[in-house]
């Protein structure tokens, strides 16, 4: 059965530091791997991955993706609590014509001031 | 332009009604999912259309659970004889075509008491 795993589940940290969050999976028919920030109701989306080893980054956030480990991270430096939220990870799998995505249970950060 | 809307917002129902939730998805947008999402848990993935195509329904957890999009743009998730399990955050999201980004909907929180 298809399954992304987060971790960890949650994480508080203070202003400034350095986080590291953990997506791994196990899907048949891989096609790519994507990061959200989940804040109030909607995911707003961050990255898409589709490549091992080659980093996609966004201002404090980055991201790479290993498809022989099967896994990624997402990277916060020099966090601001702006940043708190819930974070997806999401694999897209493509069978057939179709494709779906399939979601892990995200990881919540908490950044104090 | 207007990004992915959703109606309505919130909605409390009495076990065994039925409720419409409606989506509408970015102009142009052909591919639009459904996923239910329940506290402290990621999106789990209901149902797929393409244009008006639903190419796979294999999320959706009973056939209370119907989804349709007559004319490949709005679309309606109807579910019948509501129980307290479902009450859950329905999210929807439209992408331009595939392997594109998704952008989810504000969602819509149910409530069956």
């Known amino acids: 059965e298809d399954k992304v795993v987060q971790s960890p589940l949650s994480l508080v940290v203070h202003e400034g530091d350095t986080v590291t969050l953990n997506c791994s999976y196990e899907?048949?028919?891989?096609?790519?791997l994507l990061w959200y920030k989940q804040e109030k109701k909607a995911p707003t989306f961050l990255f898409m991955l589709?490549?091992?080893?080659i980093e996609k980054k966004s201002g404090r956030l980055s991201s790479i993706l290993d498809k022989k480990e099967l896994f990624s991270i997402l990277n916060i430096t020099a966090t601001q609590t702006g940043d708190s939220a819930i974070y997806l990870c999401?694999?897209?799998?493509?069978?057939?014509?179709?494709?779906?995505?399939?979601f892990g249970t995200g990881t919540r950060l908490k950044v104090l001031a | 332009g207007a990004g992915v809307s959703q109606s309505p917002r919130y909605k409390v129902a009495k076990r065994g009604q039925d409720v419409a939730l409606r989506c509408d998805p970015i102009?142009?947008?052909?591919?639009l999912f459904w996923y239910q999402q329940a506290l402290g848990q990621g999106p789990e993935f209901l149902t797929y259309?393409?244009?008006?195509?639903?190419?796979?329904k294999s999320g959706l957890p009973s056939d209370r659970f119907f989804a349709e999009r007559p004319e490949g743009s709005v679309s309606t998730l109807k579910i019948q004889r509501t129980q307290q399990e479902d009450s859950a955050v329905y999210l929807c999201?439209?992408?331009?075509?595939?392997?594109?980004?998704?952008?989810f909907g504000p969602g819509t929180r149910l409530l069956v008491l």
């Open positions: 899907v048949t028919n891989f096609r790519s």
């Open positions: 999201a439209s992408t331009v075509g595939l392997q594109e980004t998704q952008y």
């Open positions: 589709t490549s091992s080893g």
């Open positions: 259309f393409q244009n008006e195509a639903q190419l796979d």
């Open positions: 999401a694999v897209e799998r493509r069978t057939s014509g179709t494709y779906k995505y399939i």
């Open positions: 102009s142009g947008h052909v591919s």
